[in-house]
Nanobody, 125 residues
Framework: VQLQASGGGLVQAGGSLRLSCAAS????????MGWYRQPPGKQRELVAS????????????NYAESVKGRFTISRDNAKNTVYLQMNSLKPEDTAVYYC???????????????WGKGTLVTVSS
């Protein structure tokens, strides 16, 4: 299984970016999906997560207090992809962003958490 993250870059404060993370390989089921970030000199922290939901109900979401109302996490199971729409970006959002996906490779397999390589988001003031 591989996770390919993209969408990072340099943006001015108040701007927007959309991160994507596509999973490929031996995938039977995508369970919880999430985004973490690691600011310079700080520990990695959870930004947002979304669970698998069901065929009729979208997965429930969870956000760090610092991004509520500005970031939106979503998923497209058909594309094995999780997104993070980031609006009203602030300089303090500057960090390397990592996707994390819990993947089951078979119908009876427990999920395994995989990490994508980080993508750098830099917000200038």
């Amino acid at each position: 299984v591989q996770l390919q993250a993209s969408g990072g870059g340099l943006v001015q404060a108040g701007g927007s970016l959309r991160l994507s993370c596509a999973a490929s390989g031996s995938i039977f089921r995508l369970n919880a999906m999430g985004w973490y970030r690691q600011p310079p000199g700080k520990q990695r922290e959870l930004v947002a997560s979304i669970d698998s939901g069901s065929m009729l109900i979208a997965g429930s979401t969870n956000y760090a207090e610092s991004v509520k109302g500005r970031f939106t996490i979503s998923r497209d199971n058909a594309k094995n992809t999780v997104y993070l729409q980031m609006n009203s970006l602030k300089p303090e959002d500057t960090a390397v962003y990592y996707c994390n996906v819990d993947i089951s490779s078979g119908p009876y397999d427990y999920g395994v958490h995989y990490w994508g390589k980080g993508t750098l988001v830099t917000v200038s003031s």
